[in-house]
Nanobody, 122 residues
Framework: QVQLVESGGGSVQAGGSLRLSCAVS????????MGWFRHAPGKEREGVAT???????NYANSVKDRFTISRDNAKNTLFLQMNSLKPEDTAMYYC????????????????WGQGTLVTVSS
């Protein structure tokens, strides 16, 4: 069973930055479609970004040019660098893995972490 453990969440003022990490075990991060999702209170879960096995990335329009998804194959870890944070970025952020050739925030993911909370104050 693939295990994903997120870390790096916290409280930050608007305009600040945070870097989320997702430690992957029992799987090789570079072999999977990996994604970050977020869920804010009262809203539906939203796909944030994905990176496929070839390293190709895609982002939701709401975070494009502010967030960067990346991975460290040696550490088997996924990252989400979040810059220029806004109060509307406040949410629980989840790391997810998808074992398939296709990779998109609109597709189903097989494995999920427990989440890390990001709070952005104005």
């Amino acid at each position: 069973q693939v295990q994903l453990v997120e870390s790096g969440g916290g409280s930050v003022q608007a305009g600040g930055s945070l870097r989320l990490s997702c430690a992957v075990s029992r799987a090789t991060v570079s072999n999977y479609c990996m994604g970050w999702f977020r869920h804010a209170p009262g809203k539906e879960r939203e796909g944030v970004a994905t990176i496929n096995s070839d390293g190709i990335t895609n982002y939701a329009n709401s975070v494009k040019d502010r967030f960067t998804i990346s991975r460290d194959n040696a550490k088997n870890t996924l990252f989400l660098q979040m810059n220029s944070l806004k109060p509307e970025d406040t949410a629980m952020y989840y790391c997810a893995a998808r074992w398939a050739n296709t990779c998109s925030i609109w597709l189903g993911f097989n494995y999920w972490g427990q989440g890390t909370l990001v709070t952005v104050s104005s």
